[in-house]
């Protein structure tokens, strides 16, 4: 049994006791390195003498769990990786998975430089779920005895050859040998990948690494570069700010037409109040006028009351008029004689205005 699934059955069997019901487990360890004690014992366990081919391991009934190597240089451990250890992980029904890290120094001499450490690259492996042990310092090329060593079964790598300065292919006796199984790699995921997307966007991590604390040191960057990428920051910072001041207002597009609706339609209802044909603008225009109109156009005023002398008593009422005496103009006797001569100069005799008139008139010509 592998590392991993004894683990696993153990701490399903002790879960299991209470209620029955198999529980999964949720705490697992970092897989071992090859000269830990767990990894020792294992390897001393495996029956090395039992041989087998592929078609027998992948029938399942090998009395032994079989042992699969998978080597690399792993740097910047990425999903490209991890699917490549899973299938080599599933290869058989029974797979106790080693996976060889090379160190600096022979990587840096026979490919070239990494980003990682061999310390990180070593721990970022110990963390993947398909890995039962590690072994660092791997070789290059695999001998007899690094297989016997490690009671190696089978192989696992792309069919890509891997040369070396020695052969074309790392892997040929390996694969003569009938210890090769081949795994597929993830098309267009790789470390070489990931560092052209790095070089690429440059200016774009140098920006990022500055923004998050880093100095212009730490990055080998200039003091005019660093001055440059600080001041885009900046820019890509207010474009930030105005698109997302643009986009809430989108997001809240509805809510504002919603409220200048209501606020117009208030807006006509306050106006008709005031302004409309029975609104208090025209009441107080009509009061206004009504008050003008009164105040230039006052009505008449009362009639006085009677005086007591107007009154006729009940005495006068009943009694019959009294006769009205004709009243006659007093004139001076030479005014009459004149006026009298006049008339009768353009009259004739016996047209006389008045009896006072033709009375005088006969007396100063002694005909009276």
Known sequence: ?????????????????????????????????????????????CDYGIQMDVQTAKSGKVSRPVRVYADGIYDLFHMGHARQLQQAK?????????????NDDITHTLKGRTVMTEDERYEALRHCRYVDEVLRNAPW??????????????????????????????????????????????????????????????????????????????????????????????????????????????????????????????????????????GRLSHMWQESKGRLRQALSPSGSPSRTPSREQTPTRDETSSPPAKTKRRYRRHSGDDLLLSATSRLSQNGIGDYETDEEETILLESNGLH
């Open 141 to 278: 090329t695999l001998t007899e005895e690094f297989l016997a060593e490690n009671k190696i079964d089978f192989v696992a790598h792309d069919e890509i050859p891997y040369a070396s300065d020695t052969c074309e292919d790392v892997y040929t006796e390996i694969k003569a040998k009938g210890m090769f199984v081949a795994t597929e790699r993830t098309e267009g995921v790789s470390t070489s990948d990931v560092v052209a997307r790095i070089v690429r966007d440059y200016d774009v991590y140098v920006r990022r690494n500055l923004a998050r604390g880093y100095t212009a040191k730490e990055l080998n960057v200039s003091f005019i570069n660093e001055k440059k990428f600080r001041l885009q920051n900046k820019m890509d910072q207010l474009k930030d700010k105005g698109k997302m001041f643009v986009e809430n207002i989108e997001g809240k597009r509805s809510e504002l037409i919603q409220k200048w609706e209501d606020k117009s339609r208030e807006f006509i209802h306050n106006f008709l109040l005031l302004f409309g044909r029975d």
């Open 1 to 45: 049994m592998s590392r991993k699934r004894t683990r696993d059955e153990t701490l399903t069997d002790t879960c299991s006791k209470d209620n029955g019901l198999p529980l999964k487990p949720t705490i697992y360890l970092p897989a071992p390195y090859s000269d830990e004690e767990e990894a020792r014992l294992e390897r001393n366990r």
């Open 90 to 102: 599933n290869l058989f029904p029974n797979t106790y998975l080693i996976v060889g890290v090379c």
